[in-house]
């Protein structure tokens, strides 16, 4: 059996506010096109398939027509929910569609009743284990804690005691998890309940094969034990990241192998960093001038419209941070602010917090500003509470 092992889609997820629903069904072609191509007998989604539990519209019109392409294809279907899902809206009306060849696992009531596929070598149970909230679960499965490995653990037992009925049969198992050793990137949601969110590799234990999600960067925690991460990138930290889908073979004694077989990148992410004439300039930054961009500049003074001038060359750029100076303002006594004028405080502020004095455009700027707002620049304007309470005084006899 090849089984092609996906998740973590988020169909209607955006990127710092880039819309994704075009690269999104770029993928869903791609994932079509491979079924034919490699000649895949079962497609497992192991959740997250949208990216809210209330997915805009046409990310569902999105994801009905990827299912409804795949239960036309040679391909089974075995899809669960995720931590993004709601699992009440996306499980609407699976038993219908089992009969179409989509088997949708979002009741962890069904954790241990799996899907039962032949090939020639017999049958494989797929267990579809969506994502479960150990709170929701405590007292209905009595687990001794509120954890996510409690929880996994429970539902892992129901799959064995089912599985050792069976009598030798191969076995799949889908899981949203995040599992020990694994590494997580930034576009992960926290899943973690009182501080403990990981459950171990040897949960899954006995199984031919298990299918991750949850983590979106691709990993291998052992030969059957696997995260396919997303399909697109959808954090900066995903930069170095390679996108895609495991095929699984299994044969008749179960796992036989698996490779990774790359998606198409409608638009690369990229993390860039330096001064900012530098990156103008650089002629090895030419394959990142249609990726979406992070920029870090390292100037020590911060240049004039830097995000205007970096998207003439990069126009995708999303993110743009300063790396400047450590700040040496800990260090100045507020004494010294005494008896000096207000352009003078302010110039040495900027000159302090930037590593180097402003430039002269900068500083008559700043002059007109404190002009127009002070009665005299040129003048301290701290007084004491003794010396405004004598003015005070002054001023009373001088209406009398």
């Avoid at 490699?38 to 209330?54: I, K, M, P, T």
């Avoid at 003078?344 to 900027?350: C, G, P």
């Amino acid at each position: 059996m090849r089984i092609l092992h996906t998740s973590d889609w988020h169909l209607g997820r955006s990127f710092h506010r880039e819309g994704m629903l075009a690269h999104q069904a770029t993928y869903l072609d791609h994932l079509l096109e491979v079924v034919e191509s490699e000649r895949v007998d079962l497609v497992v989604v192991s959740g997250d398939v949208y990216d809210r539990a209330l997915p805009p519209v046409d990310a569902v019109l999105l994801a009905d027509d990827a299912l409804v392409r795949l239960a036309a294809s040679r391909a089974s279907v075995v899809l669960t929910s995720g931590n993004h899902d709601s699992a009440r809206r996306l499980g609407f009306s699976s038993r219908l569609i089992d009969a179409a060849g989509v088997h949708i696992r979002t009741d962890a009531s069904g954790v241990g009743t799996p899907v039962v596929l032949d090939d020639e070598h017999g049958q494989v149970a797929v267990y579809g284990v969506p994502y479960l909230d150990p709170s929701a679960l405590v007292e209905p499965w009595s687990l001794p804690g509120r954890s996510h490995e409690a929880a996994l653990g429970e539902a892992m037992r129901r799959v064995r005691r089912d599985l050792s009925a069976r009598g030798g049969v191969r076995s799949v198992v889908l899981a949203h998890a995040f599992v020990t050793g694994a590494q997580p990137s930034d576009s992960e949601r926290d899943i973690s309940v009182g501080g403990v969110s990981m459950v171990p590799t040897s949960v899954f234990d006995g199984v031919d094969y298990t299918a991750l999600g949850h983590l979106h960067g691709r990993q291998t925690l052992a030969d059957r034990v696997r995260y396919s991460g997303s399909p697109l990138a959808y954090s900066f930290s995903e930069a170095d990241h390679l996108k895609g889908s495991w095929l699984v073979e299994l044969d008749g004694g179960g796992f036989a192998g698996a490779h990774f077989l790359e998606a198409p990148v409608p638009r690369p992410v990229a993390r860039l960093a330096g001064d900012l004439e530098t990156l103008l300039a650089d002629p090895g930054l030419c394959r990142h001038e249609q990726s979406f961009v992070e920029v870090t500049l390292t100037d020590s003074a911060r240049p004039g419209r830097a995000m205007d001038r970096l998207r003439q060359r990069f126009p995708h750029t999303l993110v743009l941070r300063f790396a400047a100076p450590m700040s040496r303002l800990g260090s100045l006594p507020a004494s010294q602010t005494h008896a000096r004028s207000d352009r003078d405080i302010a110039l040495d502020f900027m000159t302090d917090m930037r590593g180097g004095p402003p430039e002269e455009s900068e500083t008559v700027l700043l002059h007109r500003a404190i002009d127009a707002c002070c009665e005299d620049s040129d003048v301290d304007t701290f007084r004491s509470d003794r010396e405004a309470s004598d003015l005070d005084d002054e001023r009373s006899e001088e209406v009398d």
